[in-house]
């Protein structure tokens, strides 16, 4: 009896957390490699981090099909005043925790101070120029509306600042410097002079200019302006709405598919970025408060005050929210990558959030749709974990340690 209550119990297990405990064994395990190996001196590194080439090249692939077939396919289902209402509160959610994430770092740094008795290599005072939030502005703005939706899959718009050397003519003056002795006569000596000239005037000129990866934001805007036209179309869009809602069906059974691969993509891509450091001593040495302050503050910021506005808002446990994105953020740890992680934290938000068939009359509709897709793509200004990379609003401390160490 006490074996059939084991095995059932172990087979519910395996059922329910399967592959995310897969997924942390293949973490530890991948850490445990990559420092093994690391006396071997390997000279196929790159061979052996292709298994986990292979992760990172098919979650990017989902993530382009799953943003434009969600928020258009989601959005159609809406009324403009829900889906307004639904907006007006992401963007109020996200602005309010991204400033208490910078308030959360900004203690943080003067508390711990992660940079005091490091060198700073290469550090040189006014070595470049440096952009202005107001280019900064401009260019989300700009991103907002890309000038070419298919540029705008692989690439975006930055400002860029080109030094312009004025061609101006300044008379270069002799300074007297100091006497030097006569070889001939000793007691006797000639001045010597040295001709300062005076450092070029140098002015940046600001010119367009492109980034590589994709833009998110644009694609969301046109996505989300498209599932609303869509909705208020009617029976005239359903054609496109179908299309939308079978390639999301689709997507979402790639990505059951592929989280299988997972594990053992997870293995190799973090023995693989093990392997590629050069001296992970001195790194550590140079980099511990930093890394310090980074974990303190997603301690503080994830567990401690999302959770807790988290139940203040819904009166229920915050943690039984977060398990349910354990997957995510485990892959969001790998791979330090909100891009690479965005098909997961669909899929885990997805399991969460079944809405029940009332809302719109017809089970196959999602109107919860825009809101998951919404919350994820806004990922790609936040960070998680060792990088500036994003993964969900579970991190958003990083954002604010990120901007304070430039």
């Not at 790639?254 to 093990?274: E, S, T």
Request: glycine share 8%; aromatic share 10%.
């Amino acid at each position: 009896m006490v074996s059939v209550k084991v095995w059932a119990y172990i087979k519910g297990y395996c059922k329910r957390n399967g592959l995310l405990t897969l997924s942390v064994i293949a973490v530890i395990s991948g850490c445990v490699l990559g420092f093994s190996l690391r006396s071997f001196n390997l000279s196929t590194q790159i061979y052996f981090s292709f298994p986990g080439e292979l992760l990172m090249r098919m979650l990017k692939m989902l993530i382009l099909p799953l943003i434009t077939s969600s928020l258009m396919s989601g959005l159609s289902a809406m009324d403009t005043k829900a889906s307004g209402r639904l907006g007006v509160l992401t963007i109020t959610y996200y602005l309010w925790t991204t400033f208490i994430a910078v308030i959360v770092g900004i203690i943080l740094v003067l508390v711990i101070h992660p940079g005091t008795g490091t060198e700073k290599d290469g550090h040189r005072g006014g070595s470049g120029p440096v952009m202005t939030s107001a280019d900064a502005l401009l260019d989300l703005i700009r991103n907002m509306i890309p000038s070419n939706l298919i540029e705008a899959t692989f690439q975006q718009y930055r400002t860029d600042l080109v030094p312009i050397v004025a061609s101006s003519v300044v008379e270069s003056q002799a300074n007297y410097v100091y006497v030097m002795p006569d070889h001939n006569n000793p007691q006797l000596g000639h001045p010597v002079f040295l001709e300062i000239t005076p450092a070029p005037d140098i002015k940046y000129k600001i010119v367009p200019g492109h980034s590589s990866g994709m833009n998110v934001l644009g694609i969301v805007i046109f996505s989300a302006t498209m599932g609303l036209l869509l909705g208020k179309m009617g029976e005239r869009g359903a054609p496109l709405v179908n299309v939308c809602q079978c390639v999301n069906e689709c997507v979402m059974k790639i990505i059951n598919a592929a989280m299988w691969y997972f594990p053992f993509g997870i293995v190799f891509l973090v023995a693989g970025k093990i392997l590629d450091m050069h001296d992970p001593a001195h790194l550590g040495e140079k980099l511990g408060m930093y890394f310090i302050t980074v974990l303190a503050g997603l301690f503080v910021h994830g567990l401690i005050l999302l959770p807790l506005f988290y139940f203040i808002i819904t009166r229920k446990n915050p943690f039984t929210y977060i398990r349910g994105l354990l997957q995510a953020l485990v892959i969001a740890l790998a791979t330090s990558s909100s891009s690479a992680t965005l098909p997961i934290t669909m899929k885990c938000l997805s399991f969460q959030w079944e809405p029940p068939s009332t809302w719109t009359g017809q089970p196959s509709t999602r109107p919860w749709q825009p809101f998951l897709s919404l919350r994820s793509t806004s990922t790609n200004w936040t960070s998680v974990s060792w990088s500036p990379s994003g993964q969900d609003c579970l991190h958003q401390p990083s954002l604010s340690l990120t901007h304070t160490h430039p």
